[in-house]
């Protein structure tokens, strides 16, 4: 069973940074694409940023390119988003989730096969 636990959320001031982690249970973990996503208060999950399972290829929402960064080390099973200049409407649970093809960005939600239980942002303005 594939499990993923995030880290890394809190609370930050507008302008502020924070590294979120991702860490994946199963081996085959370097054969996997991996998304972020992230959820606000009475809205739909919204894809954030995606990599391939390499970490050669990566692919963002618009509302984040330029201020969030994705990567991952497959030796530690791992994947890591660095969330820089926060703004209040970044606030959210943010949910990372494995992608069994390996190469696909999608930024689909439901082409995503297994889900970590989330950790809260939230940025004060």
């Known amino acids: 069973q594939v499990q993923l636990v995030e880290s890394g959320g809190g609370l930050v001031q507008a302008g502020g940074s924070l590294r979120l982690s991702c860490v994946c249970s199963?081996?085959?973990?370097?054969?996997?694409?991996m998304g972020w996503f992230r959820q606000a208060p009475g809205k739909e999950r919204e894809f954030v940023a995606s990599?391939?399972?390499?970490?050669?290829?990566?692919y963002y929402a618009d509302s984040v390119k330029g201020r969030f960064a994705i990567s991952r080390d497959n030796a530690k099973n791992t994947v890591y988003l660095q969330v820089n200049n926060l703004k209040p409407e970044d606030t959210g649970v943010y949910y990372c989730?494995?992608?069994?093809?390996?190469?696909?960005?999608?930024?689909?939600?439901?082409?995503?096969?297994?889900w970590g239980q989330g950790t809260q942002v939230t940025v004060s303005s």
């Open positions: 990599i391939s399972w390499r970490g050669g290829r990566t």
């Open positions: 989730a494995a992608e069994e093809s390996g190469w696909s960005l999608t930024p689909r939600a439901d082409e995503y096969d297994y």
């Open positions: 199963a081996s085959t973990f370097s054969n996997y694409a």
